[in-house]
Each structure stands twice: as structure tokens, then as C-alpha cells.
């Protein structure tokens, strides 16, 4: 079964960074565009980046600046490069694929947490 398993999380200090690594069993990532995710405490959960062919991206208002997603299609891999951390960005993320009409492609894994504290 194909499977997604997400990296990199851990606890940071304000103003750190983190390398999220998100690998797929499958190579749909070459194919659909790509996505992280996160979902605080009590939050639904909310796009953060995202990744599409021809390596066109997009970032939530409130990551733009200071995240950059990118993806190795040889490894079938996404990253997310998280920089000058704030604990409002304190969530589990998760990634996925996301075929053209917006559903998703992979069960969702089990994330990986990020905590911005000092």
C-alpha cells in the first residue's frame, strides 16, 4: 500500500528553522501537484504550501518569506524548509498529493509535530 511518512518535526526556538522531509512509496509526486498541511490544537487543517508541476508554488499568507516547499521526484520526496520559526507555527504538518479537481491523493500519514517554544 502506498504510503506517506513525514520528518524533520521537533521542538525549536522562536526564530529557529526546521527541514520538513514528507516520502512517498508511489512517484505521484512527479505527477499531482504537491502539498504540506497543518493542524494546530482545535484548528482545522489548513494548506501551508504547495508545490506544482513545473514547480510553480504557493504559500499561506502567513508562512510566505519564510517557508520554501520543494520536492526531489527521483526520491519521491517533498520538503519544507521552515525558517525564522514563530509559535504560532506550532501544529502537526502533514503532506499530501492533490489530484487537479482537489481531492487528495494519499491517506493521510501521521504528520510529524513542530513546537516553537523557548
Known amino acids: 500500500q502506498v504510503q506517506l511518512v513525514e520528518s524533520g518535526g521537533g521542538l525549536v526556538q522562536p526564530g529557529g528553522s526546521l527541514r520538513l522531509s514528507c516520502a512517498a512509496s508511489?512517484?505521484?509526486?512527479?505527477?499531482?501537484?504537491s502539498g504540506w498541511y497543518r493542524q494546530a490544537p482545535g484548528n482545522q487543517r489548513e494548506l501551508v504550501a504547495i508545490?506544482?508541476?513545473?514547480?510553480?508554488?504557493n504559500y499561506a499568507d502567513s508562512v510566505k518569506g519564510r517557508f520554501t516547499i520543494s520536492r526531489d521526484n527521483a526520491k519521491n520526496t517533498v520538503y519544507l524548509q521552515m525558517n525564522s520559526l514563530k509559535p504560532e507555527d506550532t501544529a502537526v504538518y502533514y503532506c499530501?498529493?492533490?489530484?487537479?479537481?482537489?481531492?487528495?491523493?494519499?491517506?493521510w500519514g501521521q504528520g510529524t509535530q513542530v513546537t516553537v517554544s523557548s
Open positions: 499530501n498529493a492533490v489530484r487537479p479537481g482537489g481531492s487528495y491523493y494519499y491517506q
Open positions: 508511489g512517484s505521484i509526486f512527479s505527477i499531482y501537484a
Open positions: 508545490i506544482f508541476s513545473g514547480d510553480m508554488t
